[in-house]
């Protein structure tokens, strides 16, 4: 099979925040041993610290362009999946993977349709057991959450633990993470290790079992609708407007007496959820940061602004940095390129020729275009 790695860096408007690669050095290096071609558009990993001269070191062949790199590919590598020009040169036939928000971006799937291009969005692949090494959603939310609180730390500027020193005792920071999916769970475990005091809520019953695992306080109002708010797949349910009020209150309260807030609450195929209000915001004290990491989605946060860091006249920090995973690219790109590898034997046949196996869920469930139709039936439903 031949393999091309796109630079999707230089496939974004310039200054853009991605920096991630969608394969490194020690996957091609197993692509290769396993007897694919691949081919590495040059600068591809520059920002995550790989450069051309490893992957050479690899086995891949430098390309001097994307459109250069992917001549000729039987499936292209990505990590947002490129662009319409891009698709158009690819040959009919070929496969394309990466985050493609397709809900968000439906001009993409019909470009990979008139292509004749199968794209696979990894951000489709069903949450199933046998798909968990695969989810990229998960490997890049978990180190978000991490990220989140790191960049809280340095914004708030002071101390997360208690320290009792001769010239007194600084109180512990309280931290509250909104949202306890994948980002909220590596949040609270982060915050906790530092030593801050840290409470948790999301809609979902199954999860406060999880925060208390983490040695933090669930806060939600545990009503009968709560009991029942989370959909078959594990995702949050949109709650009624007489719950979300009845949140709001309780919310507002807690809020006012927090040093940190992340928030991390979204709904699939829907804007993000507006969790604190500029009503909250006013109550809370000069100095304390919100991170919000729905911001891309519309924001959990109102006033929040993508990609800057916004002052209330009171004094709060509200962080709209866009694509945290890409603030930590080379850890980011390392889990992505693994969860690519291991999807990659569902389109490889025994001989090691591009072979997508048709009959398999995963691939059904991501696989956006076939044939040059678009198949995936939320795009078609």
């Not at 809520?201 to 208390?212: C, F, G, L, N, S």
């Not at 090691?352 to 275009?369: H, M, R, S």
Request: with cysteine; net charge neutral.
């Amino acid at each position: 099979m031949k393999i091309s790695v796109l630079n999707d860096v230089a496939l974004q408007k310039k200054g853009g925040a991605e920096a991630r690669v969608a394969a490194t050095p020690e996957t091609v290096a197993g692509y290769v041993k396993d007897g694919h071609v691949v081919t590495v558009a040059k600068g591809a990993g520059a920002r995550a610290d790989y450069s051309d001269d490893l992957y050479k070191a690899a086995g891949a062949k430098i390309a001097t362009t994307n459109l250069t790199a992917v001549k000729d590919a039987d499936l292209v590598l990505s990590v947002n999946g490129g662009t319409e020009k891009l698709l158009a040169s690819l040959k009919s036939g070929a496969g394309i993977t990466g985050v493609l928000s397709p809900t968000d971006n439906p001009k993409y799937a019909a470009a990979c349709a008139k292509a004749g291009v199968t794209a696979y969005a990894l951000d489709y692949i069903p949450r199933i057991s046998r798909a968990q090494a695969m989810d990229v959603l998960s490997s890049q939310s978990n180190l978000s959450g991490y990220r989140s609180v790191v960049e809280a730390g340095g914004i708030y500027g002071r101390a997360f633990p208690m320290m009792m020193t001769a010239a007194g005792t600084i109180a512990p920071a309280k931290v509250f993470i909104m949202g306890v999916g994948v980002a909220g769970l590596q949040a609270i475990a982060t915050a906790r290790r530092l030593g801050a005091v840290t409470t948790a809520t999301d809609v979902r019953p199954a999860t406060k079992e999880q925060v208390a695992s983490l040695g933090a306080k669930f806060i939600a109002v545990e009503n009968e609708e709560f009991k029942a708010a989370e959909t078959a797949g594990g995702y949050a349910k949109q709650m009624s407007a007489e719950y979300q009020a009845l949140q709001a209150e309780l919310t507002a309260k807690h809020i006012a007496k927090q040093d940190i807030v992340i928030t991390t609450a979204l709904i699939p195929g829907r804007a993000a959820p507006v969790l604190v209000t500029k009503a909250m915001l006013g109550n809370m004290r000069p100095g304390s940061v919100l991170i919000d990491l729905a911001v891309e989605r519309g924001g959990n946060v109102e006033g929040a602004k993508p990609g800057e860091i916004v002052t209330t006249d009171n004094g709060v920090h509200i962080v709209g940095h866009l694509n945290w995973p890409s603030r930590m690219a080379a850890d980011a790109s390392n889990m992505f390129a693994r969860n690519i590898k291991n999807f990659l034997p569902l389109v490889t046949a025994e001989d090691g020729a591009y072979a997508p196996d048709w009959d398999d869920e995963i691939i059904k469930g991501c696989a956006l275009t076939k044939d040059g139709e678009v198949v995936h039936e939320r795009l078609t439903s």
